[in-house]
């Protein structure tokens, strides 16, 4: 049974999955990689028509990696989401039909590979078809790329409102704690001898919530670099 008929053709409603920096570049990446071994494919299959040594091999070595990477990206892998977002789902199910590309363009790089190892009178058709296909199949797997980049951007650009928000608050939170601290010393410079552990108690805390500002101002330059 082949990848295009065990692949399914819809795919499961977007889940809420964890999403990070780290894997963010990792499916960047394994998108990158197939624009890269679907070239691969192709060559290596009109290098096996040629009769290389090899070469045919190594075609159907890079196609198991290319079909691996589509599955992964797709229906999630190791870690990593699958089709996490509607603009994915749109990508690879809507308009541009990303899922539908990719699996034909399998399913053609195994019939020709096995066309040309049996010596088939219609391996060479099958191979100028295949690298017919390999322009507008590299088109699509950019635009699909660039959603995944995309979607690290807004990524990025959440978890900074996000952090600016959280300091925000602690930075709110300091300053009430420092008026609160403020007038504890006033009390206790009132209350004379009784309220001088009171007053180290105080000034501790001073101390304490000028450090959580310096951590805020810290924290703040670093999201906004980000």
Not at 172 to 183: G, K
Not at 210 to 225: F, M, R, S
């Amino acid at each position: 049974m082949s990848y295009a008929e065990v692949l399914p053709v819809k795919a499961t409603a977007p889940s809420e999955p964890k999403l990070s920096g780290d894997v963010f570049g990792a499916l960047i990446n394994l998108s990158g990689r197939r624009r890269f071994t679907s070239q691969r494919v192709v060559l290596y299959s009109v290098l096996a028509s040629l009769g290389h040594e090899g070469a045919d091999k190594t075609a159907r070595d890079t196609l198991a990696s290319f079909r691996d990477a589509h599955i992964t990206l797709v229906q999630g892998k190791q870690g990593l989401p699958g089709i996490f977002c509607p603009q994915l789902h749109d990508a690879y199910f809507g308009n541009l039909q990303g899922d539908k590309v990719v699996r034909d363009f399998i399913a053609l790089a195994e019939n020709t590979l096995d066309a040309i190892a049996g010596l088939s009178p219609r391996a060479p058709a099958l191979l100028d078809e295949l690298v017919r296909t390999a322009t507008p199949l590299l088109s699509v797997l950019n635009a699909l790329t660039l959603v995944y980049e995309e979607q690290s951007k807004r990524h990025a650009q959440l978890q900074r409102r996000q952090m600016q928000d959280l300091m925000g608050d602690i930075k709110t939170i300091a300053r009430q704690a420092r008026m609160v601290a403020f007038n504890a010393q006033v009390v206790a410079a009132r209350a004379g001898p009784v309220g001088k552990e009171f007053a180290v108690v105080a000034s501790t805390m001073t101390n304490v919530t000028g450090e959580i500002d310096e951590l805020v101002q810290t924290a703040l330059a670093g999201a906004l670099t980000y």
